[in-house]
């Protein structure tokens, strides 16, 4: 809500260098009463704005439905999705996130935590690319209390979402038990600025790595269609450095699947050892239903079933269709 107000509020007198803005909002209906509150706050606001708002009514059953994930990435996975839609539909240039500084320093915790390498450990910085999207979080540097005195100068009605309350989410327990622990007992305070730091020198470091590493992929990736199937050559894979490996296998997943988010490192590693050594004809059951080919000519093919149990033979049909 602070976001849409400062980037909103500019009156009639609209200045060349303010941008034409859209309210975009996703009602994942996981809330119910609660969820349609907070999607007629935003409308509320944007009509008091004089800003077009554009709406997805998300199924909640399907996110509850979805194999191998948990109901926050679920959940994350689907806005996102919608976010895009409207994105290209509006002809927008970008998606502009209201993440800031306590946000990154509970992601940076707990990627800490997780061991996260270069990647996860940058968390996100003031300017991204997730699945082709240009994202934009101008408020990074603002603290929590920050946005909420400026919601409160403003006299915006906001939602406490009540989920956040509940302990047994490890973000949440980041947020009311680790980080207050921290603030109390660092050298450095305050520590969810120093966090938040750390991870911005990060990411940094690690768009250099994803520039690279993408611009690798996009050279080198191949499709075929109907069904729609995702290939890499092994030796391209391979050629500058194992290091690179990794990171691009993630991208093969993250694109097989249409995700912004990479799949575990346990099933990273696995798709690195298949791409290293497999012979031709090899296939490795994947996440989600995601099957994995190693073709005669070196070719590391990734196909998404659309039912989970499917005969060899016929798979193999698939994947040699051209």
Not at 104 to 118: D, V, W
Not at 124 to 153: H, K, M
Not at 177 to 190: A, F, N, Q, S, V
Not at 225 to 248: K, T
């Amino acid at each position: 809500m602070a976001l849409l107000y400062l980037m909103g509020s500019v009156g009639d007198d609209h200045p060349d260098w303010a941008p034409e803005i859209v309210a975009a909002h996703a009602n994942h209906g996981l809330r119910k009463r609660a969820a349609d509150a907070d999607q007629k706050r935003v409308e509320r606001l944007a009509a008091r704005l004089g800003i077009p708002f554009r709406l997805r009514v998300l199924d909640p059953e399907a996110i509850r439905g979805r194999r191998g994930a948990s109901l926050e990435e679920a959940a994350r996975d689907a806005r996102y999705r919608a976010l895009a839609d409207i994105v290209r539909r509006s002809r927008c240039d970008a998606l502009v996130l209201a993440h800031h500084q306590d946000d990154l320093a509970e992601t940076f915790f707990m990627r800490l935590l997780r061991g996260s390498g270069l990647t996860g450990l940058g968390g996100f910085g003031l300017e991204s690319e997730v699945a082709g999207l240009r994202v934009l979080r101008p408020l990074i540097e603002w603290t929590r209390d920050e946005l909420r005195a400026v919601a409160r100068a403003a006299r915006l009605d906001w939602g406490e979402d009540a989920t956040n309350r509940d302990l047994g989410p490890m973000r949440n327990r980041v947020r009311h038990r680790l980080l207050p622990y921290l603030e109390k007992t660092t050298d450095h305070p305050p520590a969810a600025r120093m966090l938040a730091r750390t991870a911005r020198r990060l990411a940094v470091e690690g768009e250099a790595l994803r520039v690279f590493v993408g611009e690798t992929y996009t050279r080198e990736r191949l499709e075929r269609s109907r069904p729609r199937r995702v290939g890499l050559p092994r030796d391209s894979i391979l050629r500058h450095d194992a290091a690179f490996a990794p990171y691009l296998v993630r991208l093969l997943m993250m694109d097989i699947l249409e995700s912004a988010y990479p799949p575990s490192e346990t099933r990273t590693r696995e798709l690195v050892e298949f791409a290293l050594d497999a012979r031709s004809g090899a296939l490795l059951q994947s996440e989600r239903n995601v099957v994995v080919w190693m073709s005669p000519d070196g070719v590391v093919w990734a196909y998404r079933k659309p039912e989970r149990r499917i005969p060899r033979e016929k798979l193999i049909r698939v994947f040699e269709k051209t």
